[in-house]
């Protein structure tokens, strides 16, 4: 017998009757059955098309569903879910969804107890459902198949979306379609491919949507999506902080403590204070001191949780405090005595000292660094950090009582931050981003050769500065003018391709597994990552200008706010990994966790550079403006993060360069390492331009006693410019070259055609880069060229003989010796220009020479 349910009475009416009431949202659903078999027809009253409907009823206790026709069933206990086929998912306004209309077989032949459409009675009763979330999920499993559908419920397309969900313990997916997978503990992250990257509007993913293989059939346990909960329902907040209290105050001063919030749907990432209405402080911790109060003064204040979306709780129980009345005491306490470092590490600097009395009571300390107050804390301890690496710093401490009498310093203390490789030294190496074309060198190279395993810095070369927006570009792949000598050769160039959109295949990859192409993050960037993974003490930097460009830099320092706006930029997307969409790859975080900090590569502030580059006559001070906010941004997002970034840049050889454009002894408070150019000292280029018609050594440790030339270049006279401007010896590296640069008609001279006459660059390695040779092609492919070694002034040359080639390079003595040097001298290490020069001699003799 077939009979459609209808309850008689108006407090049962549950379902869609014959002739429905108009639904909030236009949609009814209609419930039959006939035996066992069920169906529900959806009808649109509306004026409108209406997608994205979901059907969620309860069962009486033991009833099971299966057998779902033209939708899926999922079932969590009585509460059973229908989510439509894709050709049904869209209801046209008059329409309904025969004969497409949702079937289903019943264990029983019962009725539901409750059902609603879109969050709203199916018969189109009551209040109507508050606004979809823009994108929702829902999640179906059949046996141990997985299945979320995307819904887009706007009115316009979404460009992009990211769906994270969690698994019970032990539960594993994998074998994903139509999306990417990757699983961290419980955790699990889908990342869509790029064809269903984007949703029409009021449309989903179907019938492409994400599907994966569980190692068990069960419901994931929480779900979100583009950082909201899948079911569109609001973020639950954080507890109420409670026992707001106050363990001390002074006349200036009230300390504040609360019990720890239990977490909502997020975790929670800190705590807001107001004093009264007004905001008072943010914290991470459940205490904090409020400061610059008025003497003997009512306060009342109140503590609100807060998530990682910074969804807020109500707010704690008001506590009034009144501050003390410093009439009441005027002695101060006793001055702090024996002022400690207990340790130290490249960032911080950890104190003790002995406490304080006074005849009403120690309130707390003022920790002071040099003349600026630095923190404030109750004890006797305290890490002070944000500090730079190999850095002198002095404190003293001053006690507070509790009527903010303060008393004399404390004894001085002198402390040295260590530097940021420990106890080594330092080997930092360019990998440049065209390699993987004509050299055929790529990030896997690096792990083969056993660079990897040697270095401790990556310098992935080079960003580009976008010429309209000044800001750092990304996301284009357009080539540099062939013209060196072009003063736009770099404008708007760079390569997403080979940073993220390129597949590698299992012979270019470092764990031997290729790309599909559907990655959103492929090509160099992902290598890297893999890289990292393989040896996890590599630090990779994104180097930021270079030679061909560093045309804007001016620019992007000239202002406060030209500043703020590019180093905001590069952080966003290279340290935050939010890279722009490139043939299907990119992303928001794509690419975070890559890039442990920023080399800059400005060549050079104040000075001639690269034709066409924009000169300042501010540029000195800019330059250090600009240092200064990578620095503070920097350290902005480590207090977010927990992780520090660190800052580097390549320095100038040149006493003129350095005078013109770098304020050394100011810098050094933000910066990491000084990357000293320690080659290049004499070239000729591609078009026969710099120095065409004499040879002379480009590396040479020691100023050469025959160099003929009005200034005299060499390794040493470079660094000591630096340790003369007071930068630390341990944040200096020395710029060693794994290639060489090269003369043709060469007369021998005396001195086997040092310092003689030529009649240019000689053949390069590539047909573009006329007088250049990476060191393992040039020893294997410029036939008779013998090797000499320049005792005095530590250089390394080749010569095929008169009238021939002249070859001015680094080699496994050369970097013997110079290592020996820096090693005496107390310097941080060496870094090298670039890593494809080398298969694996000269970076093992560097190896060698550094242990």
Known sequence: MRRTLVFLTALATLFALAAPAEAGTGLTATFSRTGNQATFVVANSGSSAVSGWSIAFDLP?????????????SQDGNRVTLTPAHYVSTIQPGKDTGPYSPTLTLSSAVDPTSCTINGANCDGSGDPPPPPAPVTATFSLSGTTGKYVVNNNTDAAISDWSLVFTLPSGVTASNAQNATLTQNGTSVTLTPMFYNKSIRARSSTEPYSPSFTLSRAVQPTTCRVNNANCDGSPDAPPSTPANLRSPVKTTKTVSLAWDASTPGSLPVAGYEVYNGTAHAASVTGTSTTISGLTPNTAYTFTVKAKDTKGTLSPASAPLTVTTNN??????????????????????????????ATDNKGVAGYDIYLGSTLRTTVAGTTAKVDGLSPSTDYTFTVRARDLHDNVSEPSNTLSARTSDIVGNGYARVGYFVQWGIYGRQYFVRNLDTTGAAAKLTHINYAFGNIDPVNLTCLQGVTKGVSTNPQDPNQGDGAGDAEADYGRPMSAGQSVDGVGDTGWEPLRGNFNQLRKLKAKHPHLKVLISLGGWTFSKYFSDVAATDASRKKFVSSCIDIYIKGNLPTYNGAGGQGVAAGIFDGIDLDWEWPGAEGHPGNHIGKDDKRNNTLLIEEFRRQLDALTATTGKRYQLTAFTPADPAKIAAGWELGRVAQSMDIFNVQGYDFHGSGSDNSWEPNRTGHQGNLYVDKDDPYSFHFSVENAVNEYLRAGVHPRKITVGLAFYGRGWQGVAAGDRNGEWQSATGAAPGQFQEEAGTRGYSNLIASVPGCTVHHDEQAVATYCFTGNGGQWWSFDDAWSIQRKSAWLRGQGLLGAMIWEMSGDTGTLMTALDTALR
């Open 61 to 73: 206790a033991g009833v099971t569903v299966s057998n779902a026709q033209h939708a899926t069933a």
């Open 326 to 355: 410093p009439a009441d005491d005027t002695q101060p306490p006793t001055a702090p005595s024996n002022l400690r470092s207990t340790a130290v590490d490249s960032t911080s600097v950890t104190l003790a000292w002995n406490p």
